[in-house]
């Protein structure tokens, strides 16, 4: 079992930045760490992910450019920066663990964070 746990989120003007974490712990793996949303009336999308063994990362055109994920393994954690909020970005933000994929697709994790809330203002 992998346990994770978010925490970061919170209220910022639109432009603003805020810094989000997702701390692991339970069992050893090497697998891939991502990020997703969900909005209100929205499916769950992905953000961005990175591998846990080599740190590639690969990021949603919608965010790219404006967001980063880092990883410090010896903390086992995983962060994403996000920079130029837009209020488009308001969601519930997860982090979740794949075991044995690299991949953008929620179905492919194995398991999940319960979630922090972001709210860009306009």
């Known amino acids: 079992q992998v346990q994770l746990v978010e925490s970061g989120g919170g209220l910022v003007q639109a432009g603003g930045s805020l810094r989000l974490s997702c701390a692991a712990s339970?069992?050893?793996?090497?697998?891939?760490m991502g990020w997703f949303r969900q909005a209100p009336g929205k499916e769950r999308e992905f953000v961005a992910r990175i591998r846990r063994s080599d740190g590639s990362t690969y990021y949603a055109d919608s965010v790219n450019g404006r967001f980063t994920i880092s990883r410090d393994n010896a903390k086992s954690t995983v962060y994403l920066q996000m920079n130029n909020l837009k209020p488009e970005d308001t969601a519930v933000y997860y982090c979740?663990?794949?075991?044995?994929?690299?991949?953008?697709?929620?179905?492919?994790?194995?398991?999940w964070g319960q979630g922090t809330q972001v709210t860009v203002s306009s």
């Open positions: 339970g069992r050893t793996f090497t697998g891939t």
């Open positions: 979740a663990a794949s075991l044995y994929y690299s991949s953008s697709n929620y179905r492919n994790y194995d398991y």
